[in-house]
């Protein structure tokens, strides 16, 4: 096992979740902007509601230049990817120069996007980086504690994200076994109520919908570092 | 060799892929910065180095063994070599070292000796850098992907590899390592070179720390696991200066160091790397007296010369420097990056006048210099030859031996007519090319 720090696990776990949050939220947000071409005009008010994001925007086209490329919105999958970019580059030594550097060609393509009259054409490729982060932190991080605690980010962003996106309850009990295997394997202290609870919502039950709220409190809480 | 200078942008995107930046803080706001990188690189002959080579370990055993005589015996004040007021009155100078002797009597395990060439072929001591000096970890990864751009460059030429850094330094380490692990301890994210920081903790294998991470119980200093678990460090490349390293024993509003690490290293728990207090030996008013202390240490002659350089704390030199400012270069001791530099050429009669009579009255304060004429090297702008002022910065590294690094950084000033090639003043960086036969 690799030496690292409390900070450092936390440093992993969110870099974990913000590369997760940039991929699915991207993936997201090209269908909604398909459904704003000729279905609906208005169906990013639909987005920010089911992602639970405040809809300050007046009007589609703001919504699609702030939702991808505004570093002051706090939403935006440009700061996601920021605060990805910064939760990596502290990990360097950890994660390698390499698998950082395609965070870096994410953002650089996300800075150069946002100038394009078919930015969607372009931000492709920040779904390829990201493809090539995980494959290059799967070859390049020698410590296992450390590849599953990154890779557990990961699981509990998406599980989050798939609840609030309503994705279908078969991708949920997937990915939450995956993180099961994953929470053990990681060798830490976890909220072992939570993950009784969890089980019982998403393996258990028919239907998740109802506890939507509570699986993703509980997902909170599973993960507790100490940092602040 | 146009094989390799043909692919100078691709090279740049490249360095932008990995990181390679400085940061900077302009109106209190952090922002990071490319470092320009110009392919053509600088090419120092076998003969040459093996010279800087030998000039360089004399240099840096002679500052090492002056950092223990300071804080220890202080034989030379005693001796009158050097005057007791430029050693306690230099800003680096710390109080708090007395009497401190680090791990196996090594002072500057890693020294960076900023070198220019003169006109005449001939090489200058600029400075010493003998606190944290920075700036290997660029030519070093430059070289990594100077060598995918153009194999064939260096197939044709004879180039002493320089990725051997991180080893260097892990040898180091290792070699004043008092049983433990080895670590880089960085102030954290927002500092100018925290690239370089977390780019050297990949090459040594050492673990990257953040202040919070290490404590000291009993005098010796742990790093914390996230498991609980606790890990004995016995080396510590910290890139934290003397002033914000220990608040029990610096400044007390530091929020950057370690409590207490002073104390286990003055137990002899643990190695600082570079050990602090050297910054006394950076003082551009004591880098004059080092061809002194070689003489009075190693009773050898000094290989390298000093830059020719005046004190006004001497009589005759003040009257030199005041007679002839015109045509020196005027420089506060306590400043580095670039800052405090004048050129008594580009002066004013008014500032003339201003720094005349500011230099008699504070003449601690000031060191003035010959101009040296640079040889100026080639470089490629907008795709067309020109030429800029560059200097060297070499790296010592010390073990049982010190060990020079087969490279270096050299740095190029932004514009044509500046002496002032600073990353953090806009100039860029070459490759170090040092040939083996």
């Known amino acids: 096992m690799g030496v690292i720090s409390i900070k450092s696990s936390d440093n992993l776990f969110w870099l974990g979740r913000y590369v997760e949050r940039v991929f699915t939220t991207l993936k997201a947000f090209t269908e909604c902007y398909d459904i704003m071409i000729d279905i609906n005009d208005e169906e990013y008010i639909n987005f920010c509601r089911r992602l639970g994001i405040a809809n300050n925007y007046s009007c589609r086209q703001e919504f699609i230049s702030s939702f991808l490329f505004d570093a002051n919105d706090p939403a935006s999958i440009y700061s996601s990817l920021i605060h990805a970019y910064d939760n990596a580059v502290e990990m360097r030594n950890v994660i390698s120069s390499d698998t950082l550097s395609y965070l870096q060609l994410a953002v650089d393509i996300m800075e150069k996007s946002s100038s394009s009259n078919a930015p969607l054409l372009k931000v492709q490729e920040v779904t390829d980086w990201i493809f090539a982060f995980w494959g290059s932190a799967d070859d390049n991080i020698e410590a296992e504690a450390s590849r599953n605690i990154l890779k557990f980010g990961r699981s509990i962003e998406r599980l989050d994200l798939y609840t609030r996106l309503d994705y279908p309850i078969e991708l949920m009990r997937k990915e939450f076994s995956i993180m099961l295997n994953r929470l053990y394997k990681v060798g830490i202290d976890f909220n072992a109520h939570s993950i009784e609870r969890l089980t019982r919502m998403i393996l258990e039950e028919d239907d998740y919908s109802p506890y939507k709220f509570s699986i993703q409190n509980e997902l909170s809480q599973l993960f507790v570092t100490g940092v602040m | ?437």
């Not at chain 2, 609980?228 to 610096?250: C, E, L, S, W």
């Open chain 2, 1 to 437: 060799m146009y094989g390799l200078i043909e692919h100078t942008d691709e090279i740049n995107r490249l360095l932008a892929r990995y990181g390679v930046k400085f940061g900077i803080y302009k109106n209190n706001v952090f922002n990071e910065r490319l470092f320009p990188f110009d392919a053509v690189p600088r090419i120092i002959s076998k003969d040459e180095f093996d010279y800087l080579e030998r000039g360089l370990k004399q240099r840096v055993k002679a500052l090492n063994i002056f950092l223990k005589d300071i804080y220890t015996k202080k034989q030379i004040i005693k001796d009158k070599i050097i005057p007791e007021e430029f050693v306690y009155g230099a800003a680096g100078y710390m109080m708090e070292c007395e009497g401190a002797v680090p791990p196996k009597d090594v002072f500057s395990h890693i020294s960076g000796i900023d070198l220019v060439q003169g006109n005449d072929m001939r090489w200058y001591v600029l400075e010493d850098n003998l606190r944290v000096p920075s700036g290997a970890s660029y030519p070093m990864i430059a070289r990594e992907l100077c060598r995918r751009a153009s194999p064939d460059t260096f197939r044709a030429n004879t180039v002493v590899d320089n990725r051997n850094y991180g080893d260097l330094l892990r040898n180091a380490l290792d070699y004043v390592n008092t049983g433990g692990i080895n670590v880089v301890l960085t102030p954290g994210r927002f500092n100018s070179a925290f690239f370089e920081h977390s780019y050297l903790a990949e090459k040594t294998g050492a673990v990257f720390a953040m202040p919070q991470d290490l404590f000291v119980e009993g005098n010796v200093l742990y790093y914390s696991e996230y498991s609980g678990k606790h890990q004995r460090v016995g080396a510590v490349y910290r890139r934290i200066n003397d002033d914000f390293m220990d608040p029990m024993t610096f400044r007390a509003d530091s929020l950057l160091g370690v409590p207490h690490i002073m104390d286990a290293y003055r137990a002899g728990n643990v190695a600082l790397v570079n050990a602090p207090g050297n910054s006394v030996a950076d003082d551009k008013g004591i880098y004059y007296y080092v061809p002194a202390m070689i003489k009075y240490y190693l009773g050898e002659e000094p290989i390298l010369s000093n830059a020719p350089t005046y004190l006004p704390f001497y009589p005759d030199d003040m009257k030199y420097v005041l007679d002839n400012i015109q045509k020196l270069v005027i420089k506060d001791v306590a400043e580095s990056g670039g800052y405090g530099v004048v050129f008594g050429s580009e002066l004013s009669l008014e500032r003339v006048y201003e720094l005349k009579k500011l230099i008699q009255k504070e003449p601690r304060r000031f060191i003035a210099q010959e101009v040296i004429h640079f040889n100026d090297l080639k470089v490629v702008e907008n795709g067309v030859w020109t030429e800029r002022k560059a200097d060297l910065r070499a790296f010592v590294l010390m073990g049982e031996e010190p060990v020079v690094w087969k490279s270096g950084l050299t740095r190029f000033s932004k514009d044509a007519n500046s002496f002032v090639v600073n990353s953090s003043q806009g100039g860029g960086f070459k490759d170090t090319w040092v040939l083996s036969r």
